[in-house]
């Protein structure tokens, strides 16, 4: 080694310097990102995915924003340092036993290598076998994309909320398989006992690895027994016959007919052969309703009546109740958003009671308006929204629900942040009852004979179908030691003053650049996934690891360990290998993030 490579030049104490800086605008330590921050952390949560299995309530994908570990939500003398990141495990919530929004422990349960984390995928839950069904749904910036596939988490014997993961195989006999469909984003999903159901959605570079936009007309099902994809755009096998809806609900109710039928909420429908916006796509209409049988799929409409929810509407929550004597039932629907008009939030919510197709207006949701959140009939009478966020704030404010759970009683139509795992049967509200009970039901102008057999007919006696709502150890390198006290040669100082002033260089020009470039608007993605018309249309919708941390230039860390994921309660931290970071910028685009040579060796 020669005795000028052993000098610490000014060029090189500047320059790693300015590469310190970089890494700390560019990224966050892993140490700080958790799947479940603490409730002093928690910021918001949204595009999860909630069903309940035995005494377990269950979550999948999404996204979580939290405070860093030295920042305080509370001081504001402090820059609000905050992250948001994909969650990379299963989160499980005990149901068996009361509990407070504020203190509840969750569980996070770490996913093996090749099981993706992702944000607003579709679920089925198939009860009898205690399994939930994963499908489509958004890769963080389009990285790390695969082809379509089916993962499969399984319950199992466990009895603690755990649970096990598992890519579904193609079965033997040829046949359509998910490698052989589009992957979809925003698609209508529900499941009856035995069939997942998937309706439009679109496909796009952060689906699966394909450049180009495309919505997804018509329907897809799984059959969950069988293994049997059908994918069709037929009016005899598709809702929608062949047009594309994005960003609807579906909501499957068991006790109509003799397979039930699954409705259809709100959405867009967008050309398939045409690029348009989301929001210039025509609205699917909450006072004309569109339903079908799962089975035959046949098709039918009907015009409700009441406090009808305001139309277009997208990304809203749906649950529901069967009435004891089952020849009822009410929809709970809340929140959403309306793209059309202004990029509104809303803040309301609903049930639609049928066999009467009568809406009743709810007390207003505590909280604020509520978007991309998921909502869970859970217990005996409660439904819980997950998550959701608003304009403008998106993620960047503390959510008033307590980490992000808000609880509704369909009963007293109270809003709670208690859950009661020992509440009274569920009963229609009186206000439901009293409308049936003054003969309404002889004013319901029927679409059809048809429909009104329908909702006329003896509730199946068939009672299991369940409404579904909808690492390696690594060490960064160490910090360098000081170089040996010796004296340098007059070459060696001469070609360090040298380098100095070209670094100053490199550091004003770096300067200028980076200033630049945080105040342009761009999305750094894939060249080959830069096709999105539609994330424009989601505030805070770009899924990914993305950053905003306010802290001054310093030395990078010492050292690092980076340890794998295990199962943990609530404030344990989860570290990230195989997600890249991304920063945040004052407009709120995302970009990806440094390389991790440039980090210290800290990959997020």
């Keep these: 080694m020669s005795a000028r490579s052993r000098v610490a030049s000014p060029f090189f104490i500047l320059l790693r310097g300015l590469l310190s800086w970089l890494a700390l605008l560019e990224g966050v330590d892993a140490q700080q990102l958790q799947d479940v921050p603490s409730p002093q952390r928690y910021m918001r949560k949204a595009h999860v995915r909630g069903t309940v299995i035995g005494n377990y309530l269950y979550m999948f994908g999404g996204e979580v924003s939290q405070l860093g570990q030295d920042r305080d939500q509370n001081d504001e003398r402090l820059a609000p340092g905050w992250a948001q990141n994909v969650i990379n495990s299963t989160v499980s919530i005990d149901m068996s036993k009361s509990w407070s929004a504020a203190s509840v422990s969750m569980r996070a349960i770490p996913k093996p290598s090749g099981i993706p984390s992702k944000s607003r995928v579709s679920i089925w839950t198939d009860v009898t076998a205690q399994e939930v069904y994963m499908w489509g749904g958004v890769y963080p910036f389009g990285s790390g994309t695969l082809d379509p596939a089916v993962y499969k988490f399984s319950v199992g014997d466990d009895t603690t909320g755990g649970g096990t993961w598992t890519e579904e195989k193609p079965q033997a006999g040829g046949g359509l398989l998910a490698k052989d469909l589009l992957s979809p984003d925003q698609g209508a999903f529900a499941n009856t006992a035995d069939t997942g159901f998937v309706i439009g959605g679109e496909s796009h570079g952060w689906t699966m690895r394909r450049a180009q936009n495309q919505a997804i007309s018509g329907m897809m099902t799984f059959n969950m027994k069988t293994k049997v994809y059908q994918n069709g755009t037929t009016d005899n096998f598709s809702p929608v016959g062949g047009k594309s809806l994005v960003g609807a609900m579906a909501h499957f109710v068991p006790n109509f007919g003799s397979n039930g039928v699954i409705f259809l909420f709100g959405g867009h429908f967008l050309l398939v052969d045409k690029e348009i916006k989301l929001k210039d796509g025509e609205p699917l209409d909450m006072r004309k309703l569109t339903f079908f049988d799962p089975v035959t799929k046949e098709t039918f409409t009907q015009v409700t009546t009441g406090d009808i929810p305001e139309t277009p509407r997208i990304a809203s929550c749906v649950a529901g109740y069967a009435t004891p004597d089952k020849k009822g039932y009410d929809i709970f629907i809340m929140g959403g958003a309306n793209m059309r008009d202004g990029e509104r939030v809303y803040q309301d919510a609903y049930i639609l009671s049928l066999p009467g197709f009568v809406w009743t207006k709810l007390p207003i949701p505590h909280g604020g308006q509520r978007a991309w959140h998921h909502c869970v009939a859970v217990g005996k009478r409660q439904v819980l929204s997950i998550g959701g966020h608003s304009q403008p704030s998106g993620w960047r404010t503390q959510d008033p629900a307590p980490q992000g759970l808000l609880l509704f009683d369909m009963t007293t139509l109270t809003w709670k942040y208690d859950y009661e795992a020992n509440d009274k049967e569920y009963e229609s509200a009186d206000s ?50 000081p170089p040996e006290s010796k004296s340098a040669p007059v070459g060696a100082i001469v070609g360090g003053v040298v380098g100095g002033i070209a670094a100053i260089a490199i550091i004003g020009a770096a300067y200028w650049f980076l200033i630049r470039r945080w105040k342009q608007k761009r999305e750094a993605v894939d060249p080959e996934n830069t096709n999105n018309p539609h994330f424009s249309d989601y505030p805070g919708g770009r899924s990914g690891m993305v950053v905003n941390h306010s802290r001054s230039p310093s030395e990078l860390p010492a050292k690092f360990k980076y340890v794998p994921s295990t199962a943990q309660e609530m404030y344990g931290s989860n570290e990230y290998s195989e997600l890249p970071a991304y920063v945040r910028d004052g407009d709120g685009h995302g970009r990806p993030g440094a390389p991790a040579e440039l980090d210290g060796g800290h990959r997020i």
């Design 432 to 481: 439901i009852k009293e409308w049936y009970k003054a003969g309404s039901m002889a004013n319901v102008q029927w679409a059809s004979p048809e429909v009104k057999k329908l909702f006329a007919t003896t509730p199946a006696s068939n009672d299991n179908s369940t409404t579904v709502d909808s690492d390696t150890d690594t060490t960064s390198p160490s910090k360098q030691t």
